[in-house]
């Protein structure tokens, strides 16, 4: 099993910026993939970031030139610029290992003036 904390959501102004962070614990040795996805209310949940062992990483076309996707180890960070108010929503942290996904609880991020 693998658990996901994430942090750093909050209230921004459109223009802002914010940094979220995921620690995973458990059995991460073999964790493949580490990803962010964001929920906003009354849609599906969509794929944000992705970074694959070896440091392969690809984006939403909506959120490509503002948000950057890292890993150390454990951690996976989602450093969010340029926020604007569609960038609203719960992001999730997850994390694939041996064919399961893990998910964490979810952070708010509201991007609002």
């Known amino acids: 099993q693998v658990q996901l904390v994430e942090s750093g959501g909050g209230l921004v102004q459109p223009g802002g910026s914010l940094r979220l962070s995921c620690v995973a614990s458990?059995?991460?040795?073999?964790?493949?993939?580490m990803d962010w996805y964001r929920q906003a209310p009354g849609k599906q949940r969509e794929l944000v970031a992705r970074?694959?062992?070896?440091?392969f990483t690809n984006y939403a076309d909506s959120v490509k030139g503002r948000f950057t996707i890292s890993r150390d180890n454990a951690k996976v960070f989602l450093q969010m610029t340029s926020l604007k108010p569609e960038d609203t929503a719960v992001y999730y942290c997850?994390?694939?290992?041996?064919?399961?996904?893990?998910w964490g609880q979810g952070t708010q991020v509201t991007v609002s003036s």
């Open positions: 997850s994390a694939t290992r041996l064919g399961t996904t893990f």
């Open positions: 458990g059995s991460v040795f073999s964790i493949s993939t």
């Open positions: 970074r694959i062992s070896g440091g």
